[in-house]
């Protein structure tokens, strides 16, 4: 058997290969002899039919098969041997005109190569790493969100200035229907909470989208609204009244302190602010994180360049999957698929030159720091190593778990390698601010 590569270019490449008698034909002989006391034959008994006639009748279809197994092992080593990474799997190439008589019997294989390529992680760039602070104005409005959800709900029979109302935003036509809680403050125009003035359970009030709050963002947390929609969004929205309430807030005293955070680990107002402030930021430095971590990606993908096997992949996405794609289909998955493509490269490309590996223990110690996180924010502060660990193996028996954890361990490993390397600009900012710049505002 001869086996080569044909160049086409730097990410494009033939196999070629070429098969002789000699590659198959004991394989073929043997089955011919297997299938010989099975064979049947119009005119001869089962078992004693010539072996020339098995040949006839049979011998087409097994040296096909038999051909097709030493291709595929072949083409399998070839691969391992010649240590290509590849980019989707061998295509092969259709030859209905293939002589299966002929004493060589040549197959071809389309393949795609990762391409080789430059990243420059220290690249000079405009990324900016934003500190975001909690500033007194967030601070104040937590204090009193805390002491309106720990207050008491007084329910009240119309809606009155400081009511708290319970209903449903609904637009059937925007696929709308999101139950809330509303302040009547949350408005940006007093006229809107002023609708709202005198009505009862079971009313209906309706307001238009445009301008409905002081930040266009808020229509994501309270219609649910995607944020490609939210700027542009212009429809009136219905708001059917379920319950209202009058709140006495809570009394900010130890009870409340204790109950918030456990005996003893906070005495005063002042530091409840200061434990406000310490878990606010702490929650927006992991955003920060997430956003830089996006940021650098997006720099990367766009200032990287290096060409992919395009055509290739796309007669490879027609082939693979349960359903078959057309041309057509597999171009628009191309087109949705590109940039996903060249990130993974990058990713791998990034890990690779700053000695990146991931290893069971780092995948454990990652899950027990995210466990004892969600345990905590259920008031599970103390939890035993037996706990936790328990609870690990639990998470890490199920194969999906572990790749989707897997994915975030190289992410935080990827992150404190673009702070090091990248040299964003570091800003401080309220989280107005961050926000504002999150979306683009």
Request: charged share 30%.
């Amino acid at each position: 058997m001869d086996i080569k590569r044909v160049a086409i270019d730097a990410v494009n490449e033939t196999i070629v290969m070429t098969v002789v008698h000699m590659d198959y034909k004991g394989q073929v002989a043997k089955r011919i002899n297997e299938k010989m006391p099975l064979a049947t034959v119009k005119g001869f008994r089962k078992g004693q039919v010539p072996k020339d006639l098995v040949e006839k009748q049979y011998g087409k279809a097994i040296k096909k098969e038999e051909v097709k197994k030493v291709v595929d092992l072949a083409l399998e080593r070839f691969i391992q041997s010649e240590r290509l990474n590849l980019l989707g799997t061998p295509l092969a190439k259709e030859n209905e005109e293939l002589d299966w008589d002929a004493e060589e019997l040549v197959f071809e294989y389309e393949i795609g190569l990762v391409p080789n390529f430059e990243l420059d992680l220290e690249a000079k760039n405009n990324i900016i790493k934003y500190v975001v602070k909690a500033d007194d104005k967030l601070i104040d409005g937590q204090v009193a969100r805390i002491q309106k959800q720990f207050g008491k709900a007084i329910p009240q029979e119309v809606v009155a200035e400081g009511c708290d109302v319970t209903g449903t935003f609904s637009n059937e036509e925007k696929g709308i229907n999101n139950k809330t809680v509303l302040a009547l403050d949350v408005f940006k125009d007093k006229k809107t909470a002023k609708k709202f003035i005198g009505k009862k359970v079971g009313d209906v009030v309706t307001v238009n989208t445009k301008g409905l709050f002081e930040d266009d963002h808020q229509l994501m947390d309270y219609l649910k609204v995607g944020h490609d929609e939210v700027h542009s969004l212009a429809v009136d929205v219905d708001f059917t009244i379920e319950s209202i309430n009058s709140t006495e807030l809570a009394e900010l005293n130890q009870e409340l302190f204790d109950k918030l955070f456990g005996e003893g680990s906070v005495a005063t107002l002042d530091e409840l602010k200061a434990k406000i402030k310490e878990d606010a930021e702490n929650q927006f430095a992991q955003q920060a994180d997430q956003k830089l971590l996006g940021d650098v990606t997006e720099f990367l993908i766009e200032n990287t360049k290096f060409d992919l096997p395009a055509e290739f992949l796309k007669k490879w996405l027609q082939t693979v999957g349960e359903k078959k794609l057309n041309a057509e289909e597999a171009e628009a998955e191309y087109i949705r698929s590109e940039r996903g493509l060249r990130f993974q490269l990058i990713e791998g490309r990034a890990m690779a030159q700053s000695d990146i590996q991931i290893t069971f223990e780092d995948l454990k110690s990652f899950t027990s720091n995210a466990i004892r996180q969600q345990m905590a924010q259920f008031g599970q502060t103390n939890p035993t190593d037996e706990e936790v660990q328990g609870i690990v193996a639990r998470v890490l028996s199920n194969q999906e778990e572990v790749k989707r954890l897997s994915d975030q361990v190289v992410a935080a490993k990827l992150l404190e390698v673009f702070k090091e390397k990248a040299n964003p600009t570091t800003k401080e900012v309220t989280y107005e601010e961050f926000i504002a710049a999150s979306y683009g505002e």
